[in-house]
C-alpha cells in the first residue's frame, strides 16, 4: 500500500481553499487530525497528555502545534479558530438538586471541553464518542451534555454513525456530536457505496512487529475457522476455554474470535489479545501486527507511532480512523463555504 490514505483518492484530499483552522483536544496519535488535514482544515493546536501520543504527533507532522499538556490547566482565550474538535470520556454527572448548567459538569473531562468551545466560540464543534454515551444512565448523560451545549449559543444534533461506512474496513460506531453557530447548516457525510473488507485493508502491508500469543492460547485458536468465534470449538475445548462463562447466556462473539479475509474487522481495542475481543489473522494464528492495525484503522504507511509495543496498538485503538475523519472534515468544510451559507 502506497503511503497516501489508503482507500480514498488522492485527489480529494486537500481543498483547493484550505482556510478553515481547527483546535482538537485530546488529539491522540492524530487520527482525527490526520483525515480534517486531509479534508482541508488546518490544525492550529493539538492538546493531547499522554507522551507517546504527543510525540507520534510531533515526529509525524513537526508543522502541527501539538502540545503536551494537562486539558484542565490549558486556556483557550488566546487561541482563535473556526473548528473544535475531540473525544472527550463518557463521565457521570451528579444530577440530585441541580439544574446541569456548565458548572454542574466541573471535574469531567466533558467541561473541559465546553470550556473550550465557550473560550474559543468556534463556528462549528465536533464532539466523538463510544455508542455507551446514549444509553449512559438511561440517557441523562447525553441529554444533559446536548443541554449544556446548546446553552453556549450552539445549535446541537448527534447521530450515531459506523465508520465502515465511510471507507473504513471495520464496524466501529461512534456517536457525533455536531454544534453550529446560527446561520450555518452542518449535513451528516453520506454513506460510501462499497464496504470495505480486510482484504481491502492488508494487501501488501508492510511488516511490522506484533504480539503474540501464549501457547495455550495459540493452540485454541487454531481450530476457529476464518469468521468463527469460541463456538466454533469442539465443546469440551469451548469449555475448558470459556469456563464459567460458558454457562452464561449472551453470544460473547468477540472471544477467540478469527476475522475472515471477506469481511470488515471488529472494532478495534486498545490491545490486540484481549480475551472478550480477540480479533485473530484470518490465516496466521496471531494478533494483527502494529502496522496491520494502523491499515484497519486507515492510517498511511509512513504514519510512525512512538512508544513501546503497548502503547503503539493502545494509541491506534483510541484513533478516530483517518478516513471517517476525512468523511467527517468534507462535511465540515461544506458548511464552513460561503456557498452554503
Request: proline share 6%; with cysteine.
Amino acid at each position: 500500500m502506497p503511503n497516501d490514505l489508503p482507500y480514498v483518492d488522492p485527489k480529494t484530499f486537500i481543498s483547493q481553499t484550505a482556510t478553515a483552522t481547527v483546535i482538537e483536544l485530546f488529539a491522540g496519535a492524530g487520527g482525527l487530525a490526520l483525515g480534517l488535514e486531509r479534508a482541508g482544515l488546518q490544525a492550529t493546536a493539538l492538546i493531547e497528555l499522554n507522551k507517546d501520543a504527543a510525540a507520534t504527533l510531533r515526529h509525524n507532522r513537526p508543522n502541527w502545534n501539538a502540545i503536551q499538556a494537562d486539558i484542565r490547566e490549558f486556556s483557550f482565550k488566546d487561541i482563535k479558530a473556526d473548528v473544535v474538535t475531540g473525544g472527550f470520556p463518557c463521565q457521570a454527572f451528579s444530577y440530585a438538586g441541580k439544574s446541569l448548567g456548565l458548572q454542574d459538569t466541573r471535574g469531567t473531562l466533558f467541561y473541559e471541553f465546553a470550556r473550550c468551545v465557550r473560550e474559543v466560540q468556534p463556528k462549528i464543534f465536533i464532539a466523538e464518542n463510544v455508542r455507551g454515551l446514549i444509553s449512559h444512565q438511561k440517557g441523562k448523560t447525553l441529554a444533559a451534555i446536548l443541554a449544556v451545549l446548546e446553552s453556549l449559543g450552539y445549535g446541537v444534533q448527534y447521530r450515531l454513525l459506523n465508520a465502515v461506512n465511510y471507507d473504513v474496513p471495520q464496524k466501529r460506531e461512534r456517536v457525533i456530536i455536531v454544534g453550529t453557530l446560527p446561520g450555518i447548516a452542518f449535513q451528516y457525510p453520506a454513506p460510501s457505496p462499497k464496504i470495505l473488507t480486510l482484504r481491502d485493508a492488508l494487501a501488501d502491508v508492510p511488516a511490522s512487529d506484533g504480539m503474540k500469543y501464549s501457547d495455550k492460547k495459540a493452540a485454541v485458536l487454531a481450530l476457529v475457522p476464518p469468521g468463527g468465534y469460541w463456538r466454533n470449538l469442539p465443546e469440551e475445548v469451548q469449555k475448558s476455554y470459556m469456563k464459567k462463562n460458558y454457562y452464561l447466556t449472551g453470544g460473547k462473539t468477540g472471544i477467540a474470535r478469527r476475522i475472515s479475509w471477506d469481511e470488515p474487522c471488529l472494532t478495534l481495542t486498545t490491545s490486540p489479545s484481549q480475551k472478550q475481543t480477540d480479533r485473530c489473522h484470518p490465516e496466521e494464528t496471531r494478533p494483527f501486527t502494529v502496522r496491520e492495525y494502523a491499515r484497519i484503522q486507515t492510517f498511511p504507511d509512513d504514519w510512525e507511532f512512538m512508544g513501546g509495543m503497548s502503547s503503539k496498538y493502545k494509541q491506534i485503538g483510541n484513533a478516530v480512523p483517518v478516513n471517517f475523519a476525512f468523511h467527517l472534515g468534507r462535511a465540515i468544510a461544506s458548511a464552513l463555504s460561503p456557498a452554503s451559507n
